[in-house]
């Protein structure tokens, strides 16, 4: 049972233009949320992240987005730039049994053409 | 560069072997996470140790098992290795043990032929 679900392979945007990659989850356990972005033949890197208790959080030009009653995560970059393009990971965590761990989607192929 | 170090970048073995693959945390970090990220799939995590002791367990196999030394450095040891095993293998550390706090390695792949 895939708790984060991407359901978007990919997405291409052109420069300059808005990219929005979505997120959907299902434990309602889930108290924070992290996009990570991962480029090839490289371990993910962290990006942006978002408590339960928040519905926004920006970082330059990323913002990410909560909706906690729809279950569902956004993550805007404005403007777009070639370098943006890379596979870009949703995360949730929950503290459960006194452990804490990282559920992860399968990624988003975001590509930006010049 | 993360600070993270993950030896061999790749390894090629055969079904029915073992490997040990070996992760070197950040200077500082405490705490060692691995996760396995098959074809089209997302990162499963599968183990967590903090300064030598297992801390959380995830959907690691039977067949899999994890250690981390005194050093603090970590040893992912995988045996009677399947097809199904080929994988990137990440690790991850991080000072607090806090997920969200997280720098990832390079990864292992691994290919079981």
């Known amino acids: 049972d895939q708790q984060v679900k991407q359901n978007s392979p990919s997405l291409s945007v052109q420069e300059g233009r808005i990219s929005i990659l979505n997120c959907d989850y299902t434990?309602?356990?889930?108290?924070?949320f992290l996009w990570y972005k991962k480029y090839p033949a490289e371990g993910p890197t962290f990006l942006i992240s978002?408590?339960?208790?928040?519905d926004k959080n920006e970082d330059g030009r990323f913002t990410v987005f909560l909706n906690k009653s729809a279950k569902h995560l956004s993550l805007h970059i404005v403007p777009s730039q070639p370098g943006d393009s890379a596979v870009y990971f949703c995360?949730?965590?929950?503290?459960?049994?006194?452990?804490?761990?990282?559920?992860f989607g399968k990624g988003t192929k975001l590509t930006v053409n010049p | 560069d993360s600070g993270v170090t993950q030896t061999p970048k790749h390894l090629i073995t055969a079904t029915g072997q073992r490997v040990t693959l070996r992760c070197s945390p950040r200077?500082?970090?405490?705490?060692v996470y691995w996760y396995q990220q098959s074809l089209d799939q997302g990162l499963q995590f599968l183990i967590q140790?903090?300064?030598?002791?297992?801390?959380a367990k995830g959907n690691i196999l039977e067949r899999f098992s994890a250690q981390q030394f005194p050093d603090l450095h970590s040893e992912l040891n995988l045996s009677s290795l399947e097809l199904g095993d080929s994988a990137l293998y990440f690790c991850?550390?991080?000072?607090?043990?806090?997920?969200?706090?997280?720098?990832f390695g390079p990864g292992t792949r691994l290919t079981v032929l």
């Open positions: 995360a949730a965590s929950s503290l459960q049994g006194g452990s804490e761990k990282l559920v």
């Open positions: 140790y903090y300064n030598g002791e297992e801390r």
């Open positions: 200077s500082g970090d405490l705490s």
């Open positions: 978002i408590s339960s208790i928040k």
């Open positions: 434990n309602s356990m889930f108290d924070y």
């Open positions: 991850a550390s991080s000072i607090s043990g806090r997920v969200h706090e997280q720098f």
